[in-house]
T-cell receptor, first 116, second 110 residues
Framework: GAVVSQHPSWVICKSGTSVKIECRSL??????MFWYRQFPKQSLMLMAT?????????EQGVEKDKFLINHASLTLSTLTVTSAHPEDSSFYIC????????????FGDGTRLSIL | GENVEQHPSTLSVQEGDSAVIKCTYS??????FPWYKQELGKRPQLIID?????GEKKDQRIAVTLNKTAKHFSLHITETQPEDSAVYFC?????????FGAGTQVVVTP
């Protein structure tokens, strides 16, 4: 149980392109989804928290107009990197958590984004 | 906000020996502490977690201890095997968000 699917797993695109990443909870309803960015050999940096049907809460220093998050249903959240540039290249990973306190987050496989 | 420190950053152990990773946290309101294992290029996977109402939890070769007074918790892996080689992250749940430690690269040598 608690499977999270993330697509695509790998994207290479030109500078200026917008890229959409999907995160789905397959066998549970995710009240809250999280988006992280991970640089090589570093920890997970929380970018934003999204709750179904409401606006995402962004961490300090994360541009909300750059990283658009939509959480339209209890099983789907999307992250759109708008007008991506080489400095946006990174490993983006989502997680989902069910209802209730003190619950684990279940992670997707991540998306490796390379902007040329 | 919550701040989690994790040590050591790298840990090399002989197969069969034990490995211990330690984390400290700053927010006394944190009450849930998961541990994740991440292999290279893959997703972090939950291996064990502990809630603040218990001091220790064990699952086969893996155990976690929690000292709420001192605000630290530790991961113990016994009888290490080569497949235990990975990066391990501790985390503290602070107001519904996880603050992760910097990670520990564990290398188990045969």
């Amino acid at each position: 149980g608690a499977v999270v699917s993330q697509h695509p797993s790998w994207v290479i695109c030109k500078s200026g392109t917008s890229v959409k990443i999907e995160c789905r909870s397959l066998d549970f309803q995710a009240t809250t989804m999280f988006w992280y960015r991970q640089f090589p050999k570093q920890s997970l940096m929380l970018m934003a928290t999204s709750n179904e049907g409401s606006k995402a809460t962004y961490e300090q220093g994360v541009e909300k107009d750059k990283f658009l998050i939509n959480h339209a249903s209890l099983t789907l959240s999307t992250l759109t990197v708008t007008s991506a540039h080489p400095e946006d290249s990174s490993f983006y990973i989502c997680s989902a958590r069910g209802n209730g306190d003190n619950q684990p987050q279940h992670f997707g496989d991540g998306t490796r984004l390379s902007i040329l | 906000g919550e701040n989690v420190e994790q040590h050591p950053s790298t840990l090399s152990v002989q197969e069969g020996d034990s490995a211990v990773i330690k984390c400290t946290y700053s927010d006394s309101a944190s009450n849930y502490f998961p541990w994740y294992k991440q292999e290279l290029g893959k997703r972090p996977q939950l291996i064990i977690d502990i809630r603040s109402n218990v001091g220790e939890k064990k699952d086969q070769r893996i155990a976690v201890t929690l000292n709420k007074t001192a605000k630290h918790f530790s991961l113990h892996i016994t009888e290490t095997q080569p497949e235990d080689s990975a990066v391990y992250f501790c985390a503290a749940d602070s107001w519904g968000k996880f603050q992760f430690g910097a990670g520990t690269q564990v290398v188990v040598t045969p």
